[in-house]
């Protein structure tokens, strides 16, 4: 990739979050040894940085390789290429002991009831967490149990609750506290409003944005719904089939998205305006999802591309600078134009 | 589906290998001297000597191990005492006596616990599905030796409209062999019948409850074709397992019929082997209960994946 | 304004296919009933779109279940009745009311891998009411799923005809219990949340598909839905549901322009517009989301609403016309979002006080 090596100290990039070239891999194993046959390419070459206190919206469907990405950067999905650097340091590293990772990055997840053991009461599982990680102890964790749901938004007495009790976004609310506990820098947040009522979703967005400018969090936002990252991010990564399509500024990615892909999420986004949907009924989104067991040569987005021609069947695009500010990976995107009354129509809103 | 079955019968071979040497050491866990148990206490020392040669228990553990299974792999399992023939044409002589008698039971058992269960989960909690979980609590405790002589005592002796004991000459016809395999049948399979009808009902409650079952409804398939085809089909991998396990329990569960019943079986011949110590027949029957028991696995591990498209076309 | 919208005014009456009244949903003992349906009255007349849009807990997929007589175990219709055709949907035969499911109104269901059964081939499961109801034999069964499939935008239909649900992607999964649904030319459509878990491109294709269907089949459409944008460009009405009553029903246009309830003024707002600037609070909705365990005094909305009076707390409000034509009618007796040039008298539909 075009991306310079990693040489300079954190101090001086300011980068909390540094990936190069990361490639991860699970095995197909079939037959009677269950030997590998191929293998699953779920992230192929990812670079993007995350500067500290900031936060990367990682957008993408279902397979192209977000939650791995995310994983990867916590150690829990292993790296079969690349490299990962967290605060300066390498993830090799980081992740022995393993503790010293967990308490440097968290993961929330998407359904924070799965997360939870439904027989601990939420108190239980806060001062779990705080006694494995040798934090605070005695009398002392009972008053940190309180602090940190302070922190989330959340009365004393539901220390005493069991998960059964609350609400999806109460639990999400202890998920997020939880991940707060060991007192992280860096959170991967992963599809965390997804599964809550519209309602409720703006109360955890802004519990998130409140917590990182107090503790001066680094976020990793990853999410299929692009409204919502608009609304946290700094920067904006577009995945699909494991490779970045397109990545940089929030502003510039939603005010003038430069790949085919992106103008595609856009236009599929629902809006909240009739007038706007209408207009965008006779639109044809066409999304075939490339093979990940054997990726095409060239470009991945070459199959649902309505730009797509011989270069973009053989030569795969790497990320060129726009002069809007990001990088897109198309072999088009200086000499196509897409219509805005085609596709994007929501730009305008 | 294929490579599914050969590794699987890979897997048997430790289990096999721990069953041997189990039976094995079966001779080494009964107190005192071998030879006085296996010639008893009256038997000359010249004889002991040639018991102990033969057997050869003056050479090392690791080398009488290896001794047994080679005899074993050539179908030598010793021989039997009280019958004073090889232990293997006992058992094989028997067996197909017992796998009568245990084939017929796990087909009334499943027959019949498949209808009872699915039957009562059609309208949980009526009055059909309360009368069920009584019937399946009195018969899962009731001991089969005593509901075995209940069953003589009413049929047998009262009414006198079955017989009650042993097995009859193959000439007399299907008829009287059915009439004296009816009572040992049932007694054998009550405990079997039910358990597979109290797992059918919940599976098939579990399965019932299914989005695809509202689905079928929405399109307007009648009741009784969802439970045929929605339904039932998707339970069966779970009553399966049930099945599989009940049916290494009538194996066992043969030894205490056949002796109340006085069928002629490996159960019995177990039973009188034991009462007269006559190990080496003792040893063949476990191992050869065992071996059922996991080839029973097998079948039904198989099934399971056959029933189950997700995991048999990966 | 659109042929569609007109449809719906009330120059044109036309006699609703699908009309649902006073419609209330219990599960539980009769002596502690738990109410999630309370009240619910809508008219879906031929080839229109009605939205039903409402939060987890708002009772709107426990209406359409009723309506189909699907509720789970336990569930029953305590009020109200449902029409079809003119019909009594209560009072049909199980015979009658087979007939009517799937021939009559069909449902297309939110997680299509759950809804299809796992153990039997796409073809068979698309083709048992077919050969089992209307005596299609089974090859004619075969070209009519074949085509079915290609209806919904399935590639090498008859291949997929031998599949397992398993085998296929969650998009295509969705097209299957949807051929699936139009197999037996319905009337009316319900389809209760039939995008939440699939991808946003993948969701834009399959309710375009569903509305398609509805022009080329002359289906009437009820979409059910969390998200009002998804609504926003097929419906001709939507109603919102909050706590198992419809607090708030209109035309598509006046609910996204010119709605009245605070509830619905709230969804609005606590949408995060794509344009919205990073950083900008979110407007949600505080409190917590609806119990329907919990059974709130007066306006079931008033612990959350920012404009909640006292009389809130008290009394039911009543279903409140905004204009004269009856199109557009809301539950709220403050009504703090009155357009300053409709001061006129409103017109009181229903003086129900207490709770049902």
């Known amino acids: ?238 995945l699909y089939g494991g490779q970045i399509m397109e990545e940089g500024p929030t502003e510039a990615i939603f005010g003038s998205p430069r790949h085919p892909y992106t103008h595609t999420l856009l236009s599929a986004l629902p809006v909240p305006d009739p007038v706007v949907q209408r207009a965008k009924r006779g639109l044809e989104i066409r999304t075939e999802p490339p093979s990940v067991t054997d990726p095409p040569d060239g470009c991945r987005f070459q199959g649902s591309c309505p730009f797509a021609d011989d270069t973009c069947r053989s030569v795969a695009p790497g990320l060129r600078p726009a002069p809007s500010g990001q990088r897109v990976a198309c072999h088009h995107f200086g000499s196509i134009d897409i219509p805005s009354d085609q596709i994007g129509i929501t730009r305008d809103v | ?195 597979i009808a109290r797992m059918t009902r919940s599976a098939v409650l579990e399965v019932i409850n299914n989005d695809y079952v509202r689905t079928a409804r929405s399109r307007g398939v009648s009741e009784a074709r969802i439970v045929l085809f929605h339904a039932l089909p998707n339970a069966i991998p779970a009553v399966l397992t049930v099945i599989g396990i009940q049916m290494g329990f009538l194996f066992s569960g043969a030894v205490l019929t056949e002796t109340v019943f006085s069928w002629p079986g490996v159960g019995l011949a177990m039973f009188q082997a034991i009462s007269s110590r006559d190990i080496p027949l003792i040893q063949g029957g476990i191992l050869m209960l065992a071996l059922i028991f996991v080839l029973i696995n097998l079948i039904v591990d198989v099934l399971y994946v056959y029933f189950n498209p997700k995991i048999r076309l990966n | ?114 809804s299809l059964n796992p153990s039997m081939k796409i073809g068979r499961q698309m083709a048992e009411p077919l050969i089992a109801y209307d005596g299609l034999s089974a090859s004619a069964a075969r070209k009519r799923c074949t085509e079915l499939l290609e209806l919904v935008g399935i590639p090498a239909p008859a291949h997929r005809l031998e599949s397992y649900p398993h085998e296929l992607s969650g998009g295509m999964r969705q097209r299957v219990l949807i051929a699936m649904a139009i197999s037996r030319n319905p009337r009316v459509l319900i389809a209760d949340e039939p995008t939440t878990a699939l991808d946003v491109t993948i969701q834009a294709q399959i309710i375009n598909l569903i509305d398609d269907l509805r022009k080329e089949l002359g289906m009437a459409l009820v979409l059910i839905t969390h998200d009002l944008g998804v609504v926003a460009g097929i419906a001709d009405r939507i109603s919102v549901m909050y706590a198992g009553r419809i607090v708030e029903t209109a035309t598509t246009d006046q609910i996204f322009a010119a709605s009245r309830h605070p509830y619905t003024r709230a969804l609005l707002s606590s949408i995060p517009k794509p344009d919205q600037p990073r950083g900008e609070r979110l407007k949600p909705i505080p409190g917590l989301p609806v119990d329907p365990r919990e059974d709130v005094r007066g306006c079931a909305f008033n612990p959350r609403c920012t404009h909640a009076l006292a009389s809130c707390t008290e009394s039911l409000p009543a279903m409140i016309a905004a204009e004269d034509d009856g199109q557009h009618l809301f539950r709220c007796p403050v009504d703090p979002f009155r357009p300053a040039e409709a001061e006129g008298p409103r017109a009181r539909l229903q003086g129900n006080g207490g709770m049902s």
Request: zero cysteines; charged letters at 15%; aromatic letters at 6%.
């Open chain 3, 1 to 114: 304004m659109t042929g569609k919208t007109q449809m719906t005014h009330p120059a044109q009456p036309v006699e609703p296919i699908l009309s649902v009244d006073g419609l209330s949903v219990s599960y539980g003992s009769a002596r502690q009933p738990l109410n999630v349906v309370k009240d619910v009255s809508f008219d879906v007349a031929p080839g229109q779109v009605l939205g039903i849009v409402g939060e987890s807990g708002s009772g709107k997929s426990q209406t359409v279940l009723a309506v189909l007589q699907l509720l789970a175990e336990g569930g029953r219709i305590s009020g109200g009745q449902v029409r079809f055709e003119g019909a009594e949907l209560q009072s049909l035969s199980q015979r009658r009311m087979r007939k009517v499911r799937g021939q009559g109104i069909a449902l297309i269901s939110q997680d299509a891998l759950s």
């Open chain 2, 1 to 195: 589906m294929f490579a599914f079955i050969i590794r699987r019968l890979l897997q048997i071979i430790p289990v096999i290998i721990g069953v041997t040497i189990a039976t094995f050491f079966l001779t080494w866990l009964i107190p005192g001297d071998p030879t006085n148990v296996l010639l008893g206490p009256g038997a000359s020392e010249e004889s002991r000597e040639r018991l102990r040669d033969s057997l050869g228990l003056d050479q090392s553990l690791v080398t009488q191990y290896l001794i047994y299974m080679s005899n074993l792999l050539t179908g030598d399992l010793g021989q039997s005492i009280s019958f004073s023939s090889p232990v293997s044409e006992v058992l094989f002589r028997l067996m197909g006596n017992t796998a009568l008698l245990a084939g017929a039971a796990i087909f009334v058992a499943s027959v019949a616990g498949i209808a009872a269960g699915t039957w009562a989960a059609l309208r949980p909690g009526s009055f059909r599905d309360r009368g069920l979980t009584i019937v399946v609590l009195f018969l899962n405790s009731m001991p089969s030796f005593w509901l075995g002589l209940v069953l003589i005592l009413i049929f047998g002796l009262h009414l006198r409209v079955l017989p009650v004991s042993g097995m009859p000459d193959p000439q007399s016809g299907l008829l009287t062999l059915l009439a004296h395999m009816a009572l040992p049948t049932i007694t054998l399979a009550a405990w079997s019948l039910a358990a």
């Open chain 1, 1 to 238: 990739m075009n991306q310079p090596a990693i040489t300079q100290s954190p101090a001086a990039t300011g980068n909390a979050v540094e990936i190069r070239d990361l490639h991860v891999r699970f095995p197909v194993r079939s037959g009677l040894l269950r030997r590998p046959v191929g293998a699953v390419h779920a992230v192929d070459g990812v670079s993007f940085d995350i500067p500290e206190g900031q936060t990367v919206g990682l957008v993408g469907e279902s397979g192209s390789g977000k939650t791995t990405t995310g994983r990867a950067l916590l150690g829990l999905s292993p790296a079969n290429a690349g490299a990962i650097r967290l605060f300066g340091k390498p993830l090799e590293e980081l992740a022995t002991p393993e503790k010293d990772l967990q308490k440097l990055g968290q993961l929330v997840f998407q359904d924070p009831y799965a997360s939870l053991n439904p027989r601990l009461t939420v108190g239980s599982t806060l001062s779990e967490t705080l006694y494995v990680h040798g934090l605070s102890d005695g009398a002392a964790r009972k008053q940190k149990v309180r602090d940190l749901l302070d922190q989330v938004g959340l009365r004393p007495e539901i220390a005493d609750r069991y998960p059964v009790a609350l609400s999806g976004g109460q639990r999400q609310r202890i998920a997020i506290a939880r991940a707060l506990a060991v007192n992280p820098r860096f959170m991967v947040l992963d599809e965390v409003v997804s599964a809550l009522d519209v309602s409720i979703q703006g109360q955890i967005l802004n519990l998130l944005l409140d917590l990182q400018r107090e503790h001066n969090l680094t976020y990793l936002f990853i999410t299929h719904d692009l409204s919502v990252v608009r609304y946290v991010s700094h920067k904006v990564v577009v």
